[in-house]
């Protein structure tokens, strides 16, 4: 674990202030609508559009490994960690579901025969693409 930049679990987390803000810069992505209706009378929906998320996190992508960075995000360190419990062989197909820019490609590709990326969003599948660890990425259809 740890070999990932910025999941290291033996890190200290960041001072409140310093998650309050990166917080509040990742708000400022936020089209607002989804919020509104949540602190508003207004019915609140089921699950957030696809609309919704795509827009969340087009202008998202490019800061998004570097925001969860700053806020110590540990699934992947926690997912490579998980590794050991698995077969040495590679005999699982692995679905990673909302695989944003695929930081949990490299906890997830040793593990897996067939490594399968899917998000909603065109600018984050753009980014996992690029780690050139998935056998495939695509939207959901
Ligand atoms: C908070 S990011 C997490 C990304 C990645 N799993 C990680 O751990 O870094 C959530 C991702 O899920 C995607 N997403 C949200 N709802 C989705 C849905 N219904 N179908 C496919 N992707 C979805 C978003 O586009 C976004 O890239």
Same mark, same amino acid.
């Given at each position: 674990?740890?070999?990932?930049?910025?999941?290291?679990?033996?890190?200290?987390?960041?001072?409140?202030?310093?998650?309050?803000?990166?917080?509040?810069q990742a708000?400022a992505f936020? =089209?607002?609508?989804?919020? /509104?209706? $949540?602190?508003?009378?207004?019915?609140?929906? %089921?699950? &957030?559009?696809?609309?919704?998320? @795509?827009?969340l996190f087009a202008p998202f992508a490019s800061a998004f490994d570097g925001v969860l960075a700053?806020?110590?995000?540990?699934?992947?360190?926690?997912?490579?960690?998980?590794?050991?419990?698995?077969?040495?062989? =590679?005999?699982?197909?692995? /679905?990673? $579901?909302?695989?944003g820019t695929g930081l949990? %490609?490299? &906890?997830?590709?040793?593990?897996? @025969?067939?490594?399968?990326?899917?998000?909603?969003s065109p600018e984050m599948l753009e980014k996992a693409?690029a780690?050139?660890?998935?056998?495939?990425?695509?939207?959901?259809?």
């Amino acid at each position: 674990m740890g070999s990932e930049p910025g999941h290291d679990a033996g890190k200290a987390a960041p001072p409140p202030a310093e998650v309050g803000a990166l917080m509040r810069q990742a708000m400022a992505f936020h =089209r607002a609508g989804m919020l /509104a209706e $949540a602190v508003s009378a207004a019915e609140i929906p %089921a699950r &957030a559009t696809d609309d919704y998320i @795509r827009n969340l996190f087009a202008p998202f992508a490019s800061a998004f490994d570097g925001v969860l960075a700053k806020l110590n995000y540990r699934v992947p360190g926690l997912l490579a960690a998980l590794r050991a419990r698995f077969p040495t062989d =590679r005999p699982l197909d692995v /679905a990673d $579901a909302g695989c944003g820019t695929g930081l949990c %490609a490299p &906890a997830l590709r040793p593990l897996a @025969r067939r490594l399968v990326g899917v998000d909603l969003s065109p600018e984050m599948l753009e980014k996992a693409r690029a780690r050139g660890l998935y056998d495939a990425l695509g939207r959901p259809s």
